[in-house]
């Protein structure tokens, strides 16, 4: 086979990227789908689980103050807005020190993972005794430490047993626990609103409840997380597969030693950048919303306590269901752009009822029009990053940058939400998911403009001129648009 055919034959099995040589390692699609099926019951309830508990420990702060938080402790708007916001101080700080002790006790992963929730969890229950607004600023910033690289870790895990292109879905998995968990707040927060009498304030007993339970869940991690993947499979049929496939999985990867010229790389390439303004307007939404949809429910809408608490539930059943949906079509269909376009308008028609319309209720549908990207699109963005990153190092860094600099949203969002009825939050996000929609759509047209052109290359370009190279750079690689 001439380079020039060996580089078309890559270029065709680059669409499930994953450009190796599959004359010698096929594997029966009925037992790989088997193989998958296995792998995603032993491993993604207790992902999701991780992702639900420290979402709902990063994100109960809005609970807590529909639940006489702000009250008890004499808290300003400008007090809350900067509580909210100091999480994410040491949550970014915290993420390449985690992820890098991360690899280090990676083969004690279970232990790693649930002593982090230990962590966070003791310091969710030592919550029920805050006093002041000097110990919630304490608490707020230990949780930012203890949780800051907990989804990149995560993130490591489950690359390191999936291909590229099936990280969509299990990234849509996480969100959709993320999605779960703040229903599960409110439900907790309409509970706790009923409470009469009982010897500690009702704030205090949504972190006592959330605490316990997050320290029994890393318990469970600790004693049902295998701290190799490979130790799910026993028959010798699974072990085969699992070793052709981490073949191919290295193989597109690449070289797992370090570079530094590989990070270098991903820094100087366009698309991390695009995907850093994406995610960061993207989690605008996601953070101001989801921190202040109970306040935004009673001070903004005019529901009382009880109703903003569970009025709050179905609106993330939405979002968690059109995660899932999304994410499925973006696997099949292997396109991210248009669907985050698309999701996008939904929001800004959402964001322009709350900002426009005076019926409560109609804002009230606004909410529901606004979830439909809440969590979709940062995990499309997350996967369409992650899909068109190689080799190994160059992925970690490109992703390590995205969370970054998408993260340091947590510290905006809550400043832009300073008080009712938070006209300036709902026009900063509108803002922030035009730009979102509009460099998404940029970013798809990018990509296709560049298969096309490489494609070209390999029509007409001699042998001699095709660099057979691995890695996004490649001539062979395709982008997913």
Avoid at 6 to 12: G, P, S, Y
Avoid at 173 to 178: H, P
Wanted: glycine share 6%; net charge positive.
């Amino acid at each position: 086979m001439s380079s020039k055919e060996k580089a078309i034959h890559e270029q065709e099995i680059v669409e499930t990227n994953d450009r190796v040589d599959t004359l010698n390692l096929e594997i029966d699609p009925k037992d790989e789908r088997k193989f998958l099926i296995k792998m995603d019951f032993r491993l993604m309830p207790l992902f999701c689980m991780m992702f639900f508990f420290s979402y709902l420990t990063r994100s109960n702060l809005g609970n807590a103050k529909i639940a006489g938080l702000m009250e008890d402790l004499n808290l300003t708007d400008s007090q809350f807005s900067t509580a909210s916001s100091v999480l994410y101080s040491t949550y970014i700080t915290a993420q390449i020190p985690g992820v890098l002790l991360m690899k280090k006790f990676k083969a004690r992963a279970n232990w790693y993972l649930g002593l982090m929730m230990i962590c966070f969890s003791l310091v969710t229950l030592f919550a029920v005794f805050l006093d002041n607004f000097g110990g919630l600023i304490t608490h707020r910033v230990l949780i930012g430490l203890f949780e800051g690289s907990f989804f990149s870790c995560m993130s490591v895990y489950i690359s390191d047993c999936y291909f590229p292109h099936e990280l969509g879905k299990r990234f849509a998995y996480l969100f959709s626990a993320s999605a779960i968990s703040s229903s599960f707040g409110g439900l907790i927060g309409t509970g706790i609103t009923k409470i009469e009498g009982g010897p500690l304030a009702k704030w205090r007993y949504l972190y006592l409840i959330e605490g316990l339970l997050n320290f029994v869940a890393a318990l469970v991690v600790i004693w049902k997380l295998p701290p190799d993947a490979s130790t799910i499979f026993k028959t010798e049929k699974e072990q085969e597969i699992f070793r052709i496939r981490d073949i191919k999985r290295k193989h597109f990867m690449g070289n797992e030693e370090f570079s530094f010229r590989n990070v270098l790389q991903s820094f100087k390439s366009v698309k991390t950048y695009t995907s850093i303004v994406i995610q960061f307007c993207q989690d605008i939404c996601m953070y101001g919303f989801t921190t202040f949809l109970s306040s935004i429910l009673k001070l903004g809408l005019g529901f009382d306590s009880l109703q903003a608490q569970y009025l709050t539930i179905p609106v993330y059943v939405l979002a968690g269901i059109i995660l899932i949906i999304a994410a499925a079509l973006a696997d099949k269909w292997r396109i991210r752009g248009p669907l985050i376009v698309f999701l996008n308008l939904f929001s800004i028609a959402g964001y322009s009822v709350i900002l426009g319309c005076k019926n409560d209720a109609l804002k009230y549908f606004g909410c529901f029009l606004i979830t439909v990207s809440l969590f979709s699109n940062v995990s499309l963005n997350e996967s369409w990053l992650a899909v068109n990153s190689a080799p190994a190092d160059r992925r970690a860094a490109s992703i390590g940058a995205n969370q970054t600099f998408g993260n340091a949203a947590g510290i905006i969002a809550p400043l832009v939400y300073r008080a009712a009825p938070y006209t300036l939050g709902h026009a900063f996000s509108l803002g922030c998911m035009v730009v979102a929609a509009l460099v998404a759509l940029g970013q798809h047209f990018m990509f296709k403009r560049i298969n096309a052109k490489r494609l070209s290359l390999l029509d007409t370009a001699e042998d001699e001129e095709i660099e057979i190279a691995k890695g996004d750079l490649s001539v062979t690689y395709k982008f997913i648009t």
